[in-house]
């Protein structure tokens, strides 16, 4: 299992980012976000008319708590990863994190990163070390841990489909 913490939404400011940080997860292969921070209502109902018409079993949750998500999963054998431009290059340690078949709660950072995160993560993952987004940085450390796997991703469940096409959308109905 896959969950990805998001910490410290602000409500108006942080709703792009927060909202592609849920789409990316889903789409590459996490099972679930938790959102820590400011309650946005909004954003858990889109993410769950996503996944109503799209498919699939992706979960998001709010958590007020973030300090308490991380000791739950920790006690629980969840792999701790932090996801910051200052931790260790992901394709150096991807080997050793992809094939300990743990659990893994991956750590999305917001305004400011409280010191205890840093200190709490098994990993403090880089995917370059310099500034960049966060929604970069979560695609790529899950299209490492997904080993690809996330590209051939299909949903049986859901109300529309694309069908891959060079030159126009094209996008199915499945009712």
Not at 154 to 168: A, C, F, V
């Amino acid at each position: 299992m896959i969950t990805v913490l998001r910490l410290d939404h602000r409500l108006g400011r942080d709703t792009r980012i927060t909202t592609h940080v849920c789409l990316t997860s889903r789409a590459f292969g996490a099972d679930k976000v938790i959102l820590s921070g400011e309650r946005d209502k909004h954003i858990i109902e889109s993410v769950e008319s996503i996944v109503d018409n799209w498919g699939g079993n992706f979960q998001v949750e709010y958590n007020e708590n973030y300090k308490k998500v991380i000791k739950e999963h920790k006690e629980n054998g969840f792999e701790i990863i932090h996801l910051t431009m200052y931790g260790k290059q992901v394709a150096d340690v991807i080997p050793k994190i992809r094939d300990d078949n743990k659990d893994k709660l991956i750590i999305v950072g917001g305004s400011k990163v409280p010191p205890e995160v840093f200190q709490q993560a098994d990993w403090n993952l880089s995917v370059t070390n310099q500034p960049h987004s966060e929604v970069a940085a979560l695609a790529i450390c899950l299209h490492y841990i997904m080993d690809g796997d996330e590209f051939n991703k299909s949903y049986d469940d859901g109300k529309m489909q694309i069908i891959p096409n060079n030159e126009y959308k094209q996008v199915v109905k499945n009712e």
